[in-house]
């Protein structure tokens, strides 16, 4: 079986699926070679994304996904919560997640509501809507930092807890970059690797969390009761 086949398998075949197919694998791989060489902008990511949200790889991950009732209804119910208000969020306890969060944001300039006003039309697009959305949250709650090391760490977070096929495009794409451009950080990278792992191995289902329900809820709360040990 080829690589196209496998890619292909449990699809009727027919010319638009195969032409379809085809150029979803040109997207996947066009992307995954800009970010070897150095590319890690959104824009490319998010090619990435758009390109994988129509393989059977990411239907596999969301099916997975629905087997727990909590990330069932989620998916079910489209949850997307209304706009975070940052400036509300930092009037929260210091060391609430809110608070937490809304600190993190501002400090980086980022606009945490890209996501307000977006829909899912598949199970598959809302998961990855709300991964995205979420995204800054887990590095709060995980303790993972924003780094190369620090994302690729978090993203294992999410490969131990489902086959979410981005984590695995993104991590394998950093292990051939550093392995052929900058084996120093292997090291750390493989341990940020393993970290992340074994954290999603053994916590709660955090894709499950409805983490804008208690925004006031201590972190050191959430970590807790979702058993993580933060980085």
């Known amino acids: 079986m080829t690589l196209m086949d496998a890619f292909n398998a449990g699809l009727p075949f027919n010319r638009k699926n195969s032409q379809h197919s085809h150029f979803q694998m040109v997207m996947i791989f066009k992307s995954f070679i800009a970010m070897l060489v150095g590319d890690n902008s959104l824009k490319t990511v998010g090619e990435m994304s758009d390109a994988l949200l129509e393989t059977p790889a990411f239907d596999l991950a969301a099916q997975q996904l629905k087997r727990n009732p909590a990330c069932a209804e989620l998916i079910r119910d489209r949850y997307i919560p209304a706009n975070y208000d940052i400036d ?14 809304a600190s993190a944001i501002k400090g980086s ?38 780094s190369p090391s620090g994302e690729i760490g978090l993203q294992a977070v999410h490969l131990a807890q489902f086959p979410y096929p981005l984590a695995t495009m993104l991590i394998a794409n950093s292990l051939m970059s550093s392995t052929l451009l900058y084996p120093e950080v292997l090291p750390s990278l493989l341990n940020a690797i393993a970290q992340g792992w074994q954290m999603g191995e053994t916590a ?28």
């Not at 409805?210 to 040990?229: F, G, M």
């Open 204 to 231: 709660g289902v955090l894709f499950a969390q409805k983490w804008e329900h208690a925004w006031d809820k201590p972190l050191a709360q959430w970590q807790a009761e979702l058993n993580i040990q933060p980085i």
């Open 88 to 101: 509300k969020l930092l009037t929260y306890p210091q060391d609430s997640l809110g608070y937490i969060y």
């Open 109 to 146: 300039g980022f606009d945490p509501n890209l996501h307000i006003g977006m829909s899912a039309a598949s199970d598959a697009q809302y998961v990855e809507l709300r991964l995205s959305q979420t995204h800054d949250i887990w590095h709060v709650i995980t303790g993972f930092d924003t």
